[in-house]
């Protein structure tokens, strides 16, 4: 029984996890939902970052924010977390 509830709750979990992953306000901004931020979903909130400034929060170089990128990104105060 404990095992069933442990695999489906694994299920769930991945199904979900990109938004899960995500600070809150970082959800609220990811409008198609695919767990990471795009150029244009944070210009829509914060119009002020520039390309360059996304470039610089996007470490990875793959054209979008992942959550520990968000995170770096508010942490330095390049995303101000109240929108």
Known sequence: MMNRFALTMAALVTAISPALAMSNSAVE???NGDGVLS???VQAVWPSVTTEDFETMDANADGSLDDTEIKTAEEAGMMSTDG
């Open 29 to 31: 901004v990811d409008t």
């Open 39 to 41: 150029l244009e979903e």
